[in-house]
């Protein structure tokens, strides 16, 4: 089974960017849906428990932005005991300027653009070497400043992981396999141990978010598996290797 894990900061994009998208995937998957204490407002709340009675919805602090919304719904997954096979990461990532834009478009159309793409993506997670997958856009590596090494470094420390190659999906909107995040968070207290980072920094780069947005990837590629960019220029062979029709990755 798959789940949802949406953090909503921003409510028209959540409205008009993602809910459409979510809408054609619901029968398919478990949707949670976290939202922020003292920003949104109640009749929203409502009104999206009305859209997806099946939802689980939660709530946690902004420190942290995306992150903290991530961790609050594992959380809630992990102390109820659920077991899910793969997780599918979405914010409401800002649209402020053009880039924004075309950022979200991409993140979301190249995750849970259709069924299809969806479908083709969670095949090749199970059946080849890839543990992640996300827009080939936006498949990158390495650190935008020292910082953000120091802190991505200090995460993977306490993980007891060696860093390595720092591969990740930057805009931190993902598909990935469950056992994986969960080898290193599902442990007892291990969300926990990582609460004081949640802060809001207000950085563009170098904050505890880039750095997470790094250690995600990083937890992928120390299982000796690889990020699968979709695309399917790019990934045709790989596609027909594994029987899935090269129709359903989006380009």
Same mark, same amino acid.
């Given at each position: ?68 919304? =991530?961790?609050?719904?594992?959380? =809630?997954? =992990? ?30 159309? /190249? ?9 083709? $993506? ?10 992640? $997958? ?9 650190? &935008? ?63 505890? /978010? /880039? $750095? ?5 990837? &990083? ?17 045709? &062979?790989?596609?027909?290797? &594994? ?9």
């Amino acid at each position: 089974m798959t789940a949802f894990l949406i953090h909503v900061w921003y409510e028209e994009v959540f409205t008009e960017k993602i809910v459409p998208f979510v809408i054609q995937h619901i029968d398919d998957v478990d949707l949670y849906i976290n939202f922020v204490k003292g920003k949104t407002s109640l009749e929203f709340v409502e009104e999206i428990r009305e859209k997806f009675p099946s939802a689980t919805i939660t709530f946690s602090e902004n420190p942290g932005r995306d992150i903290r919304g =991530y961790m609050n719904m594992l959380s =809630y997954i =992990y102390e109820n005991k659920i077991t899910y096979k793969n997780y599918v990461f979405i914010h409401t990532k800002t649209q402020i300027d053009s880039f924004g834009q075309r950022c979200l478009q991409s993140l979301l159309k /190249h995750t849970i653009g259709s069924k299809e793409t969806l479908n083709a $993506a969670l095949k090749m997670i199970d059946q080849t070497v890839y543990g992640m $997958a996300g827009s080939h856009e936006f498949v990158q590596e390495g650190f &935008t400043n020292d910082e953000e090494r120091r802190k991505t470094f200090d995460i993977l420390e306490r993980l007891n992981i060696e860093p390595g190659r720092n591969k990740f999906v930057a805009g931190t909107m993902f598909i990935v396999r469950a056992s994986i995040i969960d080898k290193y968070l599902r442990k007892p207290g291990a969300i926990e141990m990582f609460s004081a980072d949640f802060v809001e920094d207000n950085k563009k780069n170098g904050g505890w /978010h /880039h $750095a997470w947005e790094r250690v995600f990837g &990083t937890l992928v590629v120390a299982e000796g598996l690889e990020i699968l960019p979709v695309n399917k220029n790019k990934i045709q &062979t790989l596609v027909n290797q &594994t029987y899935v029709s090269t129709d359903t990755l989006q380009d």
